[in-house]
């Protein structure tokens, strides 16, 4: 099974990537957090994307391509895979889809007033990649791994508003295209974690 999970940012991809890959059995691909390894482990394409996510803005194309080109030929993913984060502009859905075909595109709708909360209360595990919710989680270390949380630079937000101009901009037309080509399921993400993943097992089931 190859999926793609899109939506706006803070719409709770993660999150639900992580569960539905779990249940799957197939890897899960997050760029975002991809992205975030390189540049805590100052390599030269985390130097390249560090000015772009602090902006709130896109990495170039080129770049994210030839990432996620790598990342799915890796051992990992032979059960499939589900990309969190990519692809995030039509140009990248065109070379997604020249190197594979993938089954359903996962779009999670949540409104649009809603997602300055959820991101501007996001805390991160360095380590694990888990995320939480200072409104549900008040403790200042990771549950699963004990490392102690921290707020993304671009979840500040500054930053946010730009991300969601990005997003509606470049992403949401990947809405349109997944759907034309008969692979989009929407589900609403205005709900409990644990109803939205039901309702996307439900859907991937069916
Ligand atoms: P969110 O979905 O919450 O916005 P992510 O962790 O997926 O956060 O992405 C964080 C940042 O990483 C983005 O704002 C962008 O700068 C960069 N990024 C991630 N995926 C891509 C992509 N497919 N193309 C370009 N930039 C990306
Ligand atoms: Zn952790």
């Given amino acids: 099974?190859?999926?793609?999970?899109?939506?706006?940012?803070?719409?709770?991809?993660?999150?639900?990537?992580e569960r539905i890959a779990e249940r799957y059995e197939i890897a899960h691909i997050s760029t975002g957090d991809m992205l975030r390894s390189e540049i805590r482990n100052a390599t030269l394409l985390g130097a390249?994307?560090?000015?772009?996510?602090?902006?709130?803005?896109?990495?170039?194309?080129?770049?994210i391509i030839d990432m996620v080109r790598d990342r799915i030929q890796r051992e990992d993913c032979k059960?499939?895979?589900?990309?969190?984060?990519?692809?995030r502009t039509v140009v990248q859905a065109q070379a997604l889809q020249d190197f594979t075909d993938i089954d359903f595109a996962v779009n999670i709708d949540v409104p649009f007033e809603r997602l300055v909360a959820r991101i501007s209360g996001r805390r991160m595990c360095p380590d694990c990649g888990a995320a939480y919710h200072v409104s549900s989680y008040k403790a200042e270390t990771c549950q699963k791994c004990g490392a102690k949380l921290y707020q993304r630079d671009d979840d500040r937000e500054e930053t946010v508003a730009?991300?969601?101009?990005?997003?509606?901009?470049?992403?949401?037309?990947?809405?349109?295209?997944?759907?034309?080509?008969?692979?989009?399921f929407t589900v609403d993400g205005d709900a409990q974690i644990d109803a939205v993943t039901e309702e996307i097992m439900k859907g991937l089931d069916a």
């Fill in 1 to 17: 099974m190859k999926l793609i999970f899109l939506g706006p940012p803070g719409a709770g991809k993660g999150t639900q990537a």
């Fill in 48 to 63: 390249e994307a560090k000015a772009y996510l602090d902006r709130g803005e896109l990495v170039p194309d080129s770049v």
């Fill in 79 to 87: 059960n499939g895979f589900l990309l969190d984060g990519f692809p």
């Fill in 162 to 184: 730009n991300r969601l101009k990005v997003y509606t901009e470049k992403t949401a037309p990947l809405i349109a295209y997944y759907e034309t080509q008969g692979k989009l």
